[in-house]
């Protein structure tokens, strides 16, 4: 579903993300670790189409990200760190206003927005202007969005900020459970523990460089059998 060929981008002379391969299949859990300015947020927009690649290539359901853009993002929804909104509409009018980009069938929007605000326990906030929203609740209607037009891949950024413990099952759940029904999802977090959980199998980054991936399994193979996962985490992204 997704293929990073050897990607580089700079930022003047820093490379945020430093030649960088990676093949995620279809309907796999892939979650980015890595310290404060890894790169981990530039993969993402990156493979979101966001930013532009210094050099390499990005493919997302076998579209090039360079040449075939618009038909790469209409695969793909995108989960950002600040959940982004529109202050002056509703909750409501804003899934609304997302589903009419995507061209989306109105009785079946109308429907399925109506759902995603239960299962988020919004209903009673869908016509309140969205500048009286918490983060928290931004960001449930954030991924209300992202989950709307049924996307074949979703990229999110530190999903759990600003969520109560209760709204952290929720997205724990539905994420496992879009990935098990054939969507890819593509995480940076750096709650050790959720990836661990939730994911088929992690990357991690530093200084811009994918330096191990696979299952958490197949990474604890290969470090010290008195290590845990934190443990394996801190020694590869220790300062030399």
Known sequence: MVEIRQVTKKFGLT?????MT??????EFFSLLGPNGAGKTTTLK?????????????????????????????????????????????GREFLYFIAELYNL???????????????????DYGDHLMESYSHGMKQKIIICAALLPGP???????????????????????????????TTILMSTHTLSLAEEISDRIGIIHKGRLIGKGS????????????????VFLRMTAEE
Do not use: C, H, W
Request: without cysteine; glycine residues 6%; charged residues 30%.
């Open 152 to 182: 074949r891949l979703i990229i999110i950024d530190e999903p759990m900020v600003g969520l109560d413990p209760k709204s952290i099952r929720l997205v724990k759940d539905l994420l496992r459970n879009q990935a098990d029904n054939g």
């Open 15 to 19: 490379r945020a993300v430093d030649n």
């Open 105 to 123: 069938d109105r009785a079946r929007y109308r429907t399925e927005t109506e759902e995603l605000l239960s299962r988020f326990f919004m209903n």
């Open 216 to 231: 958490v399994k197949d990474i604890m193979k290969e470090s010290r059998e008195s290590e845990n996962l934190e443990d």
């Open 46 to 90: 990156l493979v979101a189409g966001l930013l532009k690649p210094t050099s390499g290539s990005i493919f997302v359901g076998g579209f090039d990200m360079a040449e075939k853009n618009i038909d790469a993002k209409r695969l793909i929804s995108f989960i950002p760190d600040i959940p982004y909104v529109y202050d002056r509409l509703t």
């Open 22 to 27: 990676l093949t995620i299949p279809a309907g």
